[in-house]
């Protein structure tokens, strides 16, 4: 497992856990939203989706094949664009009121951006000098 790989598979984990921290305080209902909780579920739950890039980020990092790897890279980038997305939900301001956004939405977005740096550095192709490159066993001619 490379370097890259152990840090993809921390921020897949690091971001299941800011899945179930506090993500903002809406001042006016006093109340604070996370992944999953918010009031009349009026940002959905966005937590169903990013469990899901996180789930299988972890699986395609535990498994690391080439189609793997590049459906790694397909999900990073729909991770990282829908946390982008959830970020600027979470903390846009409203009738005058402007949420405080908690630490498990900047862990979220952390965890997101260092999921698709690690997708796309796995999938790095490592090239080596020719004198590198192990040689084909050459055949002996028989002796006549």
């Known amino acids: 497992m490379t370097f890259s790989q152990k840090i993809g598979l ?3 984990v690091l971001l ?3 899945l179930f921290l506090n993500w903002a305080w809406y001042p006016d209902i ?4 996370s992944a999953f909780f918010t009031e009349n579920n009026y940002y959905g739950k966005p937590g169903k989706l990013l469990a899901f890039f996180a789930v299988t980020g972890i699986a395609c990092y535990a498994y ?3 189609w793997t790897q590049r459906l790694n890279l397909i999900f ?3 991770c990282i664009a829908y946390a982008i997305k959830t970020y600027l939900l979470f903390t846009s301001a409203y009738d005058g009121y402007v949420p405080v956004a908690q630490w498990g939405l900047y862990l979220m977005l952390a965890a997101s951006i260092g999921h698709m740096i690690a ?4 999938m790095a192709v490592i090239k080596r000098p020719v004198d590198m490159q192990p040689q ?3 055949e002996k001619e028989p002796a006549v």
Request: aromatic share 8%.
């Open 136 to 138: 084909p066993a050459q």
């Open 119 to 122: 997708a796309a550095t796995s």
């Open 16 to 18: 299941l856990v800011s």
């Open 64 to 66: 690391s094949k080439a």
């Open 10 to 12: 921390v921020s897949c």
């Open 76 to 78: 990073g980038a729909l």
């Open 30 to 33: 006093e109340k604070y939203f």
